[in-house]
């Protein structure tokens, strides 16, 4: 495959905040490229340079072969974007709403009908065109969002978190809808903090922290960045010291990124499980433990004997393979979610 997007040395600053700090990578033509981090990691930021909404401070993005800083238009043209921020006017209706964004892609006539018809089927929301956008439900929203940036079948789609907020029937649309585009010749560019998402759709993905690129490949040269050891997941259950892990379970089931601070009664626990003889490294992750052993088997009983040492009720453990969480704490010593 050839290069279709060339991230080159790009910086942006916001005073004195650097958001993207000299971020350079490729994107291949065909495939779903992921760009994996916290809020605030510089994802949109890199996101609305390729999509020339934000000129870079230094550095440069070639479009199909067309530079941001010098032939704007002509990346506008291969580009469509899905946007995080919903775009769409609440009082028209789908089809009007598909039909204005269209004619803004320069389409008319019989091809802007067709391809108003194509985002409708696409969305699954063909017996919805005449109905307002406001009446809608967050994920009915989200699909026509996404319909509205693929009208006019552009060669690479920006998709800036597209399940953010939605129904599990929405998302799951929306994600075979990724795959479907892809499968008919569409590069996509997928930024999440919703590291399942990343795993299951990527064919390669980037890591992003602080404005930097931490780490880049696909999911298996991710997972090697880890090594041999072995990963056990524990899980907290309502009688751990004050509620501490019980209070952050829903961050741990969706994957949200969230900026927390670890409780020191989490600290005490970490601690313990750290001077088990065996354990090479033990981190808090949202409300579970990621504990790292050279033998899984040989320092479980050591581990769960600390846990109750500490008055922490154990619910469940694990070990289980090296997953994008498991490569962001090991580049950065913190879970995806601190």
């Known amino acids: 495959m050839s290069v279709i997007v060339e991230i080159r040395d790009l910086v942006k600053c ?10 350079t990578f490729e994107i291949e033509r065909g495939e779903i490229f992921g760009l994996l981090g916290p809020n605030g990691a510089g994802k949109t930021t890199t996101i609305s340079m390729i999509s020339c909404l934000l000129a870079p401070d230094e550095g440069d993005v070639i479009v199909a072969g067309h530079s941001v800083r010098t032939h704007s238009i002509e990346v506008r043209r291969a580009l469509g974007i899905v946007p995080q921020e919903i775009a769409l006017y609440p009082t028209l209706t789908a089809a009007e709403n598909l039909k204005f964004w269209g004619r803004m892609y320069g389409l008319s006539g019989r091809e802007l009908d067709e391809a108003v018809d194509y985002g409708l089927e696409m969305a699954g929301l063909a017996d919805k ?10 994920g009915m929203k989200r699909r026509i969002n996404i319909a509205a940036g693929v009208l ?9 978190e597209p399940t953010v907020g939605i129904d599990p029937q929405s998302r799951n649309h929306i ?6 585009l892809n499968r008919d010749g569409m590069t996509v560019v997928y930024t999440s903090h919703y590291m399942e998402e990343v795993e299951t759709l990527c064919d390669r993905i980037a890591i992003v922290d602080h404005g930097r690129v931490i780490a880049d490949g696909t999911l298996d040269e991710l997972r090697a960045l880890v090594g041999d050891e072995d990963h ?11 509620g501490s892990a019980e209070a952050a379970e829903g961050d741990a089931d969706t994957g949200v990124a969230e900026e927390t601070e670890t409780p020191p009664e989490m600290l005490a626990i970490l601690e313990g499980i750290r001077q088990v003889p065996g354990v090479t490294r033990a981190d808090a992750v ?21 846990i109750a040492a500490a008055g922490a009720h154990l619910r469940a453990i694990e070990v289980v393979e090296p997953d994008l969480e ?11 979610r601190d």
Not at 14 to 21: C, H, I, S, W
Not at 152 to 160: A, K, N, S
């Open 129 to 138: 065109a005449r109905v307002r956008v406001e009446t809608f439900s967050g």
């Open 232 to 242: 056990i997941r524990i899980s907290l259950g309502d009688a751990s010291p004050e």
């Open 14 to 23: 916001f005073g004195e905040l650097t958001a993207v700090d000299h971020v």
């Open 326 to 336: 498991s490569v962001f704490l090991h580049l950065t010593g913190r879970g995806l």
């Open 152 to 160: 006019h079948r552009p060669q690479v789609l920006l998709m800036d």
């Open 286 to 306: 949202g409300s579970a433990l990621e504990v790292l052993a050279g033998d899984a088997a040989a320092v479980l009983g050591g581990v769960v004997e600390s």
């Open 175 to 180: 994600l075979e809808t990724v795959r479907e």
